[in-house]
Structures are given as structure tokens and as C-alpha cells.
């Protein structure tokens, strides 16, 4: 079956700092790729996604390439703020009958903390 | 604020109960699906429902169950609680089951 593997965390930064979140993947087919993020009390937001190799996803200052040939969506971002500071999940979605998002499923989660 | 709404907050019960998640989809979408989040499982799919059918299934107990209405709201059912089922429940919902998912923020689900 599909599964997502993320980088162990926590991952601790100063402020300013550049920032990698490593996420592989293990799929059947051509899955669509996210990032979403859980700030503390809330549900998750999507981030950015993908939908095929080479795409680039970004927003706010994040950036994650599907690579196919590494099966991986690292996340990446120049410059980290406090207000960044959250749980990062990968996750990718099965693509049904090629005409649906269906289930996500997703890494285990990376926590971020980010110091002034 | 992702317009899905979910209620209530937080739900404190005992084993052996019967517990109703309430979830309102945003406005316009058909298509909502139900997760589970706790510690040592993390988030895991559960169930799919898109315009008031069922359209897949994950790691969903026999105990648990759930429906889309009419009006597109959903509810998922937990029943025979066990402490094991204390967990964060999401509700997340798409337009047509194909843009990417906008998630509520949880039930917290606290069995005693």
C-alpha cells in the first residue's frame, strides 16, 4: 500500500535559519503530493501540493519539487520565522480511476519550532 | 478559517459509550472525509462520502459508522467506546472529491 515517510523530528531553529524537511514516499501510479501544517489548536491547512513529477508547489515562502525518480517532496523554506512554527505533514492522495482525489495518507509528522 | 465546521470541540465520555461527530462541510463542497489522529497511530483515513454515498474506506472499526445527509452534512458514530479511541477525529471536506482536501479543526475525543 501507499505510505509517506518523514524526516525524524523535532527539528529546533533560529530565526532567519534555512529549512529542509525530508519526505519520501511509496506509491502505486502517479499520486498527488501536499504539505499541510498544524498550528497548535487547530486542524490542518494545506500548504502546497503537487500533481505530477517536476511540479513545484510553493507558498509563503515554502517550496517542495516532486521528484519521481526519488520519490521524494522535501519541503523547503530560505528564511524561518517564529510565526512558523507548527507540525509539518507530507501526505500524498490515490488517484481513483485517474479522475479523483481519494484517501490521503500521510507521514507521521515533523515538529518545528523556531527561536527569535 | 477553511468554512468546515465541526462539533462539539471536545467530547468527554466513558467506556462502553455512544459518542455523534457532527461535521459541516464548506459551502459548495460534496465530497467529506473523516480521520484520526492520535499518538501512536498518527493521522489515518477512515471514511469517504461524496454527495451522500459512501465512496471508500480505511481503517474504520465495526464500532464506528457514518453517513452523509441530504444536505451534505455529516456525522460520524462511535460507539462501544474503549480507551484506545481517545484521539483527535477531523472532518475535511473537497468540492467533487478531486481539489484538495480543507480540513476542520477536530474533534477532541476523550475517553475515561
Known amino acids: 500500500g501507499n505510505s509517506v515517510t518523514q524526516m525524524e523530528g523535532p527539528v529546533t531553529l533560529s530565526e532567519e535559519a534555512f529549512l529542509t524537511i525530508n519526505c519520501t514516499y511509496t506509491?502505486?501510479?502517479?499520486?498527488?503530493l501536499f504539505w499541510y501544517v498544524q498550528y497548535p489548536g487547530e486542524g490542518l491547512q494545506l500548504l502546497l501540493k503537487a500533481t505530477k513529477a517536476d511540479d513545484k508547489g510553493s507558498n509563503k515562502g515554502f517550496e517542495a519539487t516532486y521528484r519521481k525518480e526519488t520519490t521524494s517532496f522535501h519541503l523547503e523554506k530560505g528564511s524561518v520565522q517564529v510565526s512558523d512554527s507548527a507540525v509539518y505533514f507530507c501526505a500524498l492522495s490515490d488517484r481513483a480511476g485517474g479522475t479523483s482525489y481519494g484517501k490521503l495518507t500521510f507521514g507521521q509528522g515533523t515538529i518545528l519550532t523556531v527561536h527569535p | 478559517d477553511s468554512g468546515v465546521t465541526q462539533t462539539p470541540k471536545h467530547l468527554i465520555t466513558a467506556t462502553g459509550q455512544r459518542v455523534t461527530l457532527r461535521c459541516s462541510p464548506r459551502s459548495g463542497d460534496l465530497s467529506v472525509y473523516w480521520y484520526q489522529q492520535s499518538l501512536d497511530q498518527g493521522l489515518q483515513f477512515l471514511i469517504q462520502?461524496?454527495?451522500?454515498?459512501?465512496?471508500a474506506k480505511g481503517n474504520i472499526l465495526e464500532r464506528f459508522s457514518a453517513q452523509q445527509f441530504p444536505d451534505l452534512h455529516s456525522e460520524l458514530n462511535l460507539s462501544s467506546l474503549e480507551l484506545g479511541d481517545s484521539a483527535l477525529y477531523f472532518c475535511a471536506s473537497s468540492v467533487d472529491g478531486v481539489q484538495p482536501q480543507h480540513f476542520g479543526d477536530g474533534t477532541r475525543l476523550s475517553i475515561l
Open positions: 462520502y461524496y454527495n451522500g454515498e459512501e465512496r
Open positions: 506509491a502505486t501510479g502517479y499520486p498527488s
